[in-house]
């Protein structure tokens, strides 16, 4: 009922320049919010940026200034235009979305994932 695919993920020199995207498949519910999250080896996952149902965005302070999300709930698509690429943003990224029933329950649902790699 829930599909979320993500492309755009590589390796990429220190300075650098990627972007990502995420388009969500919703069937039976409405979308939330669409997000980033990204997990290092041996770190805890943490959120990278968010965007909300109006447009709504957050970010995590390691890459505010650095990352744009970018997209929309109402289009299913978000991207992250990630700046300045440092190697600890090395990690797979993962999106995520909230999404409401028609009950009014929450649920959240995560893509696969893809890696980036930054080098020095």
């Known amino acids: 009922q829930v599909q979320l695919v993500e492309s755009g993920g590589g390796l990429v020199q220190s300075g650098g320049s990627l972007r990502l995207s995420c388009a969500a498949s919703?069937?039976?519910?409405?979308?939330?919010?669409m997000s980033w999250y990204r997990q290092a080896p041996g770190k805890k996952r943490e959120l990278v940026a968010q965007?909300?149902?109006?447009?709504?965005?957050k970010y995590g302070d390691s890459v505010k200034g650095r990352f744009t999300i970018s997209g929309d709930i109402v289009n299913n698509t978000v991207y992250l235009q990630m700046n300045s690429l440092k190697p600890e943003d090395t990690a797979v990224y993962l999106c995520?979305?909230?999404?409401?029933?028609?009950?009014?329950?929450?649920?959240?649902?995560w893509g696969q994932g893809t890696q980036v790699t930054v080098t020095s």
């Open positions: 995520y979305c909230g999404v409401v029933g028609s009950s009014g329950n929450e649920y959240g649902y």
């Open positions: 965007v909300i149902s109006g447009g709504g965005t």
């Open positions: 919703v069937r039976s519910f409405s979308l939330k919010d």
